[in-house]
């Protein structure tokens, strides 16, 4: 491979990579925080694209859809939160994949009742619309490069908010010992409250923000599921920074995977494999590795 | 107000069911209740990714029978639903369905090539006519064809076929294909393939990506390296507009021409918007496609349906002046079944999209257009193939 | 409410099943045998998840790599004998429960989900993404496997109320031998390990060697019913491999209550005739469908079976202990 072309598929494995992470980091956090099982999680994704939508059709601006979609979807997660899944914290596994498959099902039709079955597309904002020119007959979108630069932002955010603010402190005493918080006067309600809201919002942002290169369509959302799970279990389970590493490495797996034709021990591993190779990569670091690359040690 | 009615039919069969079961047989009020009604089917997507779809092919349907008096060869005609939900592994549970449960005497459907596969192989199993109104599986009319099943729009190999030969007249002599890692994407791709070599091109990469995958950039990343003269496609719906935008975003449009099945620009030019400008496609059909046969069609599906027609609403449409003309001809005799068949098999359709005719495997032997998208609008701008026949490959009839 | 009562109602219901297809329409032969079929796809998943603890999300994988083996064993043109292409494909379920099973067992709780939702994903894009089987659209069986002892056919399976009552005849023989199963000292230990697998290691038990077999039998149970499912429908595609396969089998097990022998029969049964009923009513179903299962995970923990009276003396299966299995809420937490 050309070293120019390899270096912008490097580019385009990062840039996909750095997307799943923001999709896959609300996954992982209330995984990792609440212990909640959420597989209603891609539904937030598609949720978020549709309102990116259709707000940016009422609001007749790309940005203020964006805080506006962010906020709604805020409150929807306080809301759900309170409705339901606040019943499921003693409660067996079972319960929430019995409860966010439910979820599933009432969203996907819920959409398709507020908004139809129909593919639609956001345009680009004006500002961020063109393309630079790479090599002489291709060309990157600026899009897609602030995109990356908003996902290593709210990256680094969410590292500085868990590990360096006293309500990043409280969030890590609940998730390691929710009775002893208690006990210490902090409302753990409120506070997985507030943690489960922010983990939909992130799916719903990182819906919204994908809404202008992937455009908007029903399935979307149990698309990305399924492989933001194997991000959150190749990382760690409630790892932010495993979460980053493993979306980095399925990013680059599965770019260079569709492109690349090799030989291992005289089989020839075509790209019509690369959809298989990162589930391939998931049961490799599972055994290798259970707690997945950034986990704590078990047992 | 028929879905309605509809709906409360299937209830009432679902509680006869439900009742049997009970030990109570509501057999003789469930089943069996025929009358001398034709029964019609349709085994369409009404939920999911095509339901808009489902509904086109309907409404057209629907048209071509209130043109000749809502009735088929005089007789009064009476309609079931199932939705198919485009789900292939419901595929012959759903077909079950509509043949064995509402024991319907023609099932008109579907989009889904994996669901309308299940649904000829209950046809075939049971003798019940079936007409293909999209599902573009060579097979239908291929390996698989029957005496009791017709096809009203495509097979597979027909629309990337002459895409070939038009790409050669531009002088494109090395092309790169690529499309999603499916059937219906690797039928187009032979049936390009086959058409290109032909006219003395060089398909110089095939690039896949998985279904219904939408992350192109790495592909198009290679499209750049591999610098051929033109790109040739085929995807749908979600995909297409995807596929198109990020095409032109990646700044590939300006250098390198990009062709595909007329499926790529169908009924997502919108969402596309300029970025789909110039790309040139082939199909049976286009909405603005300039003949007085197409112009009435289209005024009258709009004040019949409040929209737009669309090529599925042009394929539903034919499928009801087929049945309706064999129907015509057996003398409203529904059980007349080798009548019937001849009267297809016979068949002159005068379709919005020009007059067609039936091949010997059941499926159109129609023109192809050659269009290309101006100002948000598929302009057609001539005639890439006439009277194209799919070579049937595997079809014994 | 006594046992009596208890196995009176079996008896009706079982009368009933019995009687129903030569009464019945015959569309309702045919969905019900679909129902049996899940029932006995669920009662193998219930094996693992409500006897054993491991809660599998990959599940399909076993019941679709049986409708593939009978797939590509039957010929073209003739049909495949029952016999030889049943053993084929519940001995190749078996198999490669035997091989995937080995792998994850290791793992427990949480991971154990996301283990066999991988190697099932595989196996998935295997059948999707290559040209083996007919790729995404899957391919046809034309023919029914026909049953022939010597020249003699005692059974007609194109036959849909023959079919019907060897799906009766395998869906009660499964609940039966996994009734027996648990009766079983071996069964003894597999709730053991579900309790507190750390007890049953420090007894002796090889926990691990027990896990694997109830693995493979579940595997083989679920092949069994993938077998019939194709024979039935006469197609297989990837979808039978899928996640939302084996996520509703999961529901069904759920709904109709884990750990109880009539569980998944009443879970088989509710979701599929619930669904039935409410596609009949809107075509936004799935929304009623989806507020079901919603209500019963609030309020129904022990699903639908939790309704039923209760048996005198025996009843559900102990609570699991904290920190006995891998899947404890302590393990599955934490690290930011």
Same mark, same amino acid.
């Given at each position: 491979m050309?070293?120019?072309?390899?270096?912008i598929?490097l580019?385009?494995?990062?840039?996909y990579?750095?997307?799943?992470?923001?999709?896959a980091s609300?996954?992982?956090l209330i /995984?990792?925080i609440?212990g909640?099982?959420n597989?209603a999680h891609g539904?937030f994704?598609?949720?978020g694209?549709?309102?990116?939508?259709?707000?940016?059709?009422?609001?007749?601006? /790309?940005?203020?859809?964006?805080?506006?979609g962010?906020?709604?979807?805020?409150?929807?997660?306080?809301?759900?939160?309170w409705?339901?899944?606040?019943?499921?914290?003693?409660?067996?596994?079972?319960?929430q994949?019995l409860?966010?498959?439910?979820?599933?099902?009432?969203?996907?039709?819920?959409?398709?009742?507020?908004?139809?079955d129909?593919?639609?597309?956001?345009?680009?904002?004006?500002?961020?619309a063109?393309?630079?020119?790479l090599?002489?007959?291709?060309?990157y979108p600026?899009?897609?490069?602030?995109?990356?630069?908003i996902c290593?932002v709210l990256?680094?955010?969410?590292y500085?908010?868990?590990?360096h603010?006293?309500?990043g402190?409280?969030?890590?005493a609940?998730?390691s010992?929710?009775?002893?918080?208690?006990s210490?006067?902090?409302?753990?309600g409120?506070l997985?409250?507030?943690v489960?809201a922010f983990?939909?919002?992130?799916?719903a942002?990182?819906?919204?923000l994908?809404?202008?290169?992937?455009?908007?369509?029903?399935?979307?959302?149990?698309?990305v599921?399924?492989?933001?799970?194997?991000v959150?279990?190749?990382?760690g389970i409630?790892?932010?920074?495993?979460?980053?590493a493993?979306?980095?490495l399925?990013?680059l797996?599965d770019? /260079?995977?569709?492109?690349?034709? /090799?030989?291992?021990g005289g089989?020839?591993?075509?790209?019509?494999?690369?959809?298989?190779?990162?589930?391939v990569?998931?049961?490799i670091v599972?055994?290798w590795r259970?707690?997945?690359l950034?986990?704590a040690?078990?047992? | 107000m028929?879905?309605?009615?509809?709906?409360?039919?299937?209830?009432r069969?679902?509680?006869?069911?439900?009742g049997?079961l009970?030990?109570?047989?509501l057999?003789?009020l469930a089943?069996?209740?025929r009358?001398?009604?034709?029964?019609?089917?349709?085994?369409?997507?009404?939920?999911?990714?095509?339901?808009?779809?489902?509904v086109a092919?309907e409404?057209?349907f629907?048209l071509?029978?209130?043109?000749q008096?809502?009735?088929?060869?005089?007789?009064?005609?009476?309609?079931?639903k199932v939705?198919?939900?485009?789900?292939?592994?419901k595929?012959?549970?759903?077909a079950?369905?509509?043949i064995?449960?509402?024991?319907?005497?023609?099932?008109v459907g579907?989009?889904?090539?994996?669901?309308?596969?299940?649904?000829?192989?209950?046809?075939?199993?049971?003798?019940?006519?079936?007409?293909i109104?999209?599902?573009g599986?060579?097979?239908?009319?291929g390996?698989?064809c029957a005496?009791?099943v017709?096809?009203?729009?495509?097979?597979?190999?027909q629309?990337?076929?002459?895409?070939?030969?038009?790409?050669?007249d531009n002088?494109?002599?090395?092309?790169?294909?690529i499309?999603?890692?499916?059937?219906?994407?690797?039928?187009?791709?032979?049936?390009?393939?086959?058409?290109?070599?032909?006219?003395?091109?060089t398909?110089?990469?095939?690039?896949?990506?998985?279904?219904?995958?939408v992350?192109?950039?790495?592909l198009?990343?290679?499209?750049?390296?591999?610098?051929?003269d033109?790109?040739?496609c085929f995807?749908?719906?979600?995909g297409?507009v995807k596929f198109?935008k990020?095409?032109?975003?990646a700044g590939?449009?300006?250098?390198i021409?990009?062709?595909?099945?007329?499926?790529l620009t169908e009924g997502?030019?919108?969402a596309?918007?300029?970025?789909?400008?110039?790309?040139?496609?082939?199909?049976?059909?286009?909405?603005s496609?300039?003949?007085?046969?197409?112009k009435?069609f289209?005024?009258a599906y709009?004040?019949?349906?409040?929209?737009?027609?669309?090529?599925y609403?042009?394929?539903?449409?034919?499928?009801?002046l087929?049945?309706?003309?064999?129907?015509e001809?057996?003398?409203?005799d529904i059980?007349?079944?080798?009548?019937?068949?001849?009267?297809m098999?016979?068949a002159?359709?005068d379709?919005?999209?020009?007059?067609?005719t039936m091949s010997?495997?059941?499926?159109?032997?129609?023109?192809?257009?050659?269009?290309?998208?101006?100002?948000?609008?598929?302009?057609?701008?001539?005639?890439?193939?006439k009277?194209?026949?799919?070579?049937?490959?595997?079809?014994?009839? | 409410?006594?046992?009596?009562?208890?196995s009176?109602?079996?008896?009706?219901g079982?009368?009933?099943?019995?009687?129903f297809?030569?009464?019945?329409?015959?569309?309702?032969?045919?969905?019900?045998?679909?129902?049996l079929?899940?029932?006995?796809?669920?009662?193998s998943?219930n094996?693992?998840?409500?006897?054993?603890?491991l809660?599998?999300?990959?599940?399909?994988?076993?019941?679709?790599?049986?409708?593939y083996i009978?797939?590509?064993?039957?010929p073209?043109t003739?049909?495949a004998?029952l016999?030889?292409?049943?053993?084929?494909?519940?001995?190749?379920?078996?198999? @490669?429960?035997?091989?995937?099973?080995?792998?994850?067992?290791?793992?427990?709780?949480?991971?154990?989900?996301?283990?066999t @939702?991988?190697?099932?994903?595989? !196996?998935?894009y295997l =059948?999707h993404?290559?040209?083996?089987?007919g790729?995404?659209?899957?391919?046809?069986?034309?023919?029914?496997?026909?049953?022939?002892?010597?020249?003699?056919?005692?059974?007609?399976?194109?036959n849909i109320v023959?079919?019907y009552? !060897?799906v009766?005849?395998?869906?009660?023989a499964?609940?039966v031998?996994i009734?027996?199963?648990?009766?079983s000292? =071996?069964?003894?230990?597999?709730v053991?390990?579900?309790?507190?697998?750390?007890?049953?290691?420090?007894?002796?038990?090889h926990?691990?060697r027990?896990?694997?077999?109830?693995?493979v039998?579940?595997?083989?149970?679920?092949?069994l019913a993938?077998? @019939?499912?194709?024979?039935?429908?006469?197609?297989?595609?990837p979808?039978?491999?899928?996640?939302?396969?084996?996520?509703?089998v @999961?529901?069904m097990?759920?709904l109709?209550?884990?750990?109880?022998?009539?569980?998944p029969?009443?879970?088989?049964?509710s979701?599929?005739?619930?669904?039935e009923?409410f596609q009949?009513?809107?075509?936004?179903?799935?929304?009623?469908t989806g507020a079901?299962?919603?209500l019963?995970?609030?309020?129904l923990?022990r699903?639908f079976a939790?309704?039923?009276?209760?048996?005198?003396?025996?009843?559900?299966?102990?609570?699991r202990?904290?920190?006995?299995?891998g899947s404890?809420?302590?393990v599955?937490?934490p690290y930011?």
């Amino acid at each position: 491979m050309d070293p120019h072309i390899f270096l912008i598929q490097l580019l385009n494995g990062v840039q996909y990579g750095l997307l799943l992470f923001l999709v896959a980091s609300g996954l992982t956090l209330i /995984f990792g925080i609440m212990g909640v099982i959420n597989l209603a999680h891609g539904s937030f994704y598609m949720l978020g694209a549709y309102l990116a939508w259709s707000l940016t059709a009422q609001l007749g601006n /790309f940005w203020l859809a964006l805080l506006s979609g962010f906020v709604l979807s805020v409150v929807l997660g306080m809301l759900l939160e309170w409705l339901f899944i606040r019943h499921l914290y003693r409660r067996d596994h079972l319960q929430q994949v019995l409860l966010t498959y439910g979820l599933i099902l009432i969203f996907s039709e819920l959409r398709s009742i507020v908004w139809g079955d129909d593919v639609h597309s956001v345009a680009v904002p004006a500002l961020l619309a063109g393309s630079i020119p790479l090599t002489e007959t291709l060309a990157y979108p600026v899009y897609r490069i602030w995109l990356s630069i908003i996902c290593v932002v709210l990256a680094a955010g969410m590292y500085y908010l868990i590990q360096h603010t006293r309500l990043g402190m409280m969030i890590r005493a609940g998730a390691s010992n929710r009775e002893m918080t208690q006990s210490l006067g902090i409302d753990i309600g409120l506070l997985y409250r507030l943690v489960f809201a922010f983990g939909i919002a992130l799916a719903a942002f990182a819906g919204m923000l994908a809404a202008p290169v992937s455009s908007v369509y029903p399935g979307m959302g149990n698309q990305v599921l399924i492989i933001c799970f194997v991000v959150v279990v190749i990382g760690g389970i409630g790892s932010v920074k495993g979460a980053m590493a493993a979306a980095l490495l399925i990013g680059l797996v599965d770019t /260079f995977g569709k492109v690349v034709e /090799f030989e291992i021990g005289g089989f020839r591993v075509l790209p019509e494999l690369a959809g298989m190779s990162v589930f391939v990569m998931m049961a490799i670091v599972l055994l290798w590795r259970p707690e997945g690359l950034f986990g704590a040690r078990l047992r | 107000m028929t879905q309605a009615v509809q709906n409360a039919q299937s209830r009432r069969d679902f509680l006869a069911g439900v009742g049997a079961l009970a030990g109570i047989s509501l057999l003789p009020l469930a089943g069996c209740a025929r009358s001398d009604k034709v029964r019609v089917g349709f085994m369409l997507p009404y939920t999911g990714t095509y339901a808009q779809l489902g509904v086109a092919i309907e409404n057209g349907f629907r048209l071509a029978l209130a043109e000749q008096g809502g009735t088929l060869g005089g007789r009064e005609v009476e309609y079931f639903k199932v939705d198919d939900e485009s789900n292939p592994a419901k595929a012959t549970d759903n077909a079950n369905k509509i043949i064995t449960r509402d024991k319907v005497d023609v099932v008109v459907g579907t989009v889904h090539s994996g669901v309308a596969m299940g649904m000829i192989k209950v046809a075939r199993e049971t003798g019940t006519l079936a007409l293909i109104p999209n599902a573009g599986v060579n097979a239908a009319t291929g390996d698989l064809c029957a005496p009791n099943v017709f096809r009203t729009s495509f097979s597979n190999w027909q629309p990337t076929h002459p895409l070939g030969k038009v790409m050669i007249d531009n002088g494109h002599r090395k092309a790169v294909f690529i499309t999603w890692k499916y059937s219906a994407g690797e039928q187009a791709l032979q049936s390009f393939a086959e058409g290109y070599k032909a006219a003395g091109g060089t398909v110089i990469k095939e690039l896949f990506v998985p279904f219904p995958n939408v992350e192109f950039q790495a592909l198009l990343t290679e499209i750049a390296a591999l610098k051929p003269d033109a790109v040739a496609c085929f995807f749908a719906g979600g995909g297409a507009v995807k596929f198109v935008k990020d095409y032109a975003a990646a700044g590939l449009k300006n250098n390198i021409p990009l062709y595909g099945s007329g499926f790529l620009t169908e009924g997502v030019l919108d969402a596309q918007g300029d970025s789909a400008e110039g790309v040139i496609t082939t199909l049976h059909y286009a909405d603005s496609l300039d003949n007085p046969r197409n112009k009435a069609f289209r005024a009258a599906y709009r004040e019949a349906y409040g929209m737009e027609a669309d090529v599925y609403a042009v394929q539903g449409y034919d499928t009801g002046l087929l049945l309706a003309q064999a129907l015509e001809k057996a003398g409203g005799d529904i059980s007349n079944r080798d009548a019937i068949i001849a009267a297809m098999e016979g068949a002159v359709i005068d379709s919005p999209r020009g007059r067609w005719t039936m091949s010997k495997a059941h499926n159109p032997i129609q023109d192809f257009y050659l269009r290309r998208v101006e100002n948000g609008d598929n302009k057609v701008i001539g005639v890439a193939w006439k009277g194209l026949e799919d070579p049937a490959r595997g079809c014994n009839m | 409410m006594s046992t009596r009562v208890r196995s009176i109602a079996l008896l009706v219901g079982l009368a009933l099943l019995l009687v129903f297809p030569l009464v019945g329409d015959r569309f309702y032969v045919q969905f019900f045998s679909k129902i049996l079929i899940m029932t006995i796809f669920a009662g193998s998943l219930n094996l693992l998840v409500g006897y054993t603890g491991l809660i599998s999300l990959g599940h399909a994988a076993f019941f679709g790599i049986a409708g593939y083996i009978l797939a590509l064993y039957s010929p073209d043109t003739a049909a495949a004998g029952l016999l030889t292409s049943l053993l084929l494909s519940v001995g190749g379920a078996a198999l @490669l429960a035997l091989l995937i099973g080995s792998l994850v067992v290791r793992t427990g709780g949480i991971f154990f989900i996301m283990a066999t @939702l991988a190697f099932a994903e595989m !196996l998935f894009y295997l =059948f999707h993404d290559t040209a083996i089987a007919g790729g995404s659209d899957g391919i046809y069986i034309y023919q029914r496997p026909t049953l022939m002892i010597a020249g003699w056919q005692p059974l007609d399976l194109a036959n849909i109320v023959h079919f019907y009552y !060897l799906v009766l005849f395998f869906s009660l023989a499964a609940i039966v031998s996994i009734h027996t199963l648990l009766r079983s000292p =071996f069964g003894k230990v597999i709730v053991g390990i579900r309790v507190n697998e750390q007890r049953m290691r420090a007894l002796g038990f090889h926990t691990y060697r027990y896990k694997l077999v109830c693995f493979v039998i579940a595997g083989a149970l679920a092949g069994l019913a993938g077998y @019939l499912a194709a024979s039935q429908f006469g197609v297989v595609n990837p979808e039978m491999l899928g996640w939302h396969l084996s996520g509703s089998v @999961l529901m069904m097990v759920i709904l109709g209550g884990m750990g109880t022998l009539v569980g998944p029969v009443l879970g088989a049964f509710s979701l599929m005739m619930l669904e039935e009923g409410f596609q009949s009513i809107t075509k936004h179903w799935q929304l009623l469908t989806g507020a079901v299962i919603v209500l019963v995970a609030l309020y129904l923990p022990r699903g639908f079976a939790g309704l039923l009276p209760k048996r005198t003396g025996n009843k559900t299966l102990p609570p699991r202990s904290k920190g006995g299995t891998g899947s404890s809420a302590a393990v599955d937490r934490p690290y930011v």
